[in-house]
T-cell receptor
Framework: KAGVTQTPRYLIKTRGQQVTLSCSPISGHRSVSWYQQTPGQGLQFLFEYFSETQRNKGNFPGRFSGRQFSNSRSEMNVSTLELGDSALYLC????????????FGPGTRLTVT | DQQVKQNSPSLSVQEGRISILNCDYTNSMFDYFLWYKKYPAEGPTFLISISSIKDKNEDGRFTVFLNKSAKHLSLHIVPSQPGDSAVYFCAASDWTGANSKLTFGKGITLSVRP
């Protein structure tokens, strides 16, 4: 079974721009969660989508948004990028019955200059 | 407010010996606990989990112990191997609250010396 895939793997953007990251979950997994990893704050939960609906949301500004499609693929969008948004963005998928066991993709390394 | 704490940033052990990684939590609503291993430039890899109704779960060389009264869990790796050298994250979930969010500790870097 293929794992979680994320595209692109690396991205460089300029302050003020917007960016869209993509995640394809493990086949059969309907829950997709997004996390931000930075050296100072560690791994922090952004949001979770289940059956195309946002089910949980972390403590991030509204510039961070996401969506999920009918095939469970998910996208995350960050608008008006700031230098502090530079981070590793990780997507994780889980099956409905054991959603606490989340399987992570390799991440997208975003650098904002 | 850090709800999951890994107070030791690093641990170094000899190959073949036991590695014990510790984790403390403050939120009594957490009911599932997980350990992840992470190599640089890769996403975290799920290792092992434990429900709050259990006090031990074993999978091969990995055993997780949970002391609910002390709000403490630990991961034991026996025997430790050089390939175990990585960053280990403890995570917790309030799953029965239908909240699949994982709260992570800051991680501990394990180095296994040959």
């Amino acid at each position: 079974k293929a794992g979680v895939t994320q595209t692109p793997r690396y991205l460089i953007k300029t302050r003020g721009q917007q960016v869209t990251l993509s995640c394809s979950p493990i086949s059969g997994h309907r829950s997709v969660s997004w996390y931000q990893q930075t050296p100072g704050q560690g791994l922090q939960f952004l949001f979770e989508y289940f059956s195309e609906t946002q089910r949980n949301k972390g403590n991030f500004p509204g510039r961070f948004s996401g969506r999920q499609f009918s095939n469970s693929r998910s996208e995350m969008n960050v608008s008006t990028l700031e230098l502090g948004d530079s981070a590793l963005y990780l997507c994780a998928s889980s099956a409905g019955d054991r959603a606490y066991e989340q399987y992570f993709g390799p991440g997208t390394r975003l650098t904002v200059t | 407010d850090q709800q999951v704490k890994q107070n030791s940033p690093s641990l170094s052990v000899q190959e073949g010996r036991i590695s014990i990684l510790n984790c403390d939590y403050t939120n009594s609503m957490f009911d599932y606990f997980l350990w992840y291993k992470k190599y640089p430039a890769e996403g975290p890899t799920f290792l092992i989990s434990i429900s709050s109704i259990k006090d031990k779960n074993e999978d091969g060389r990995f055993t997780v112990f949970l002391n609910k009264s002390a709000k403490h869990l630990s991961l034991h790796i026996v025997p430790s191997q050089p390939g175990d050298s990585a960053v280990y994250f403890c995570a917790a979930s309030d799953w029965t609250g239908a909240n699949s969010k994982l709260t992570f500790g800051k991680g501990i870097t394990l180095s296994v010396r040959p």
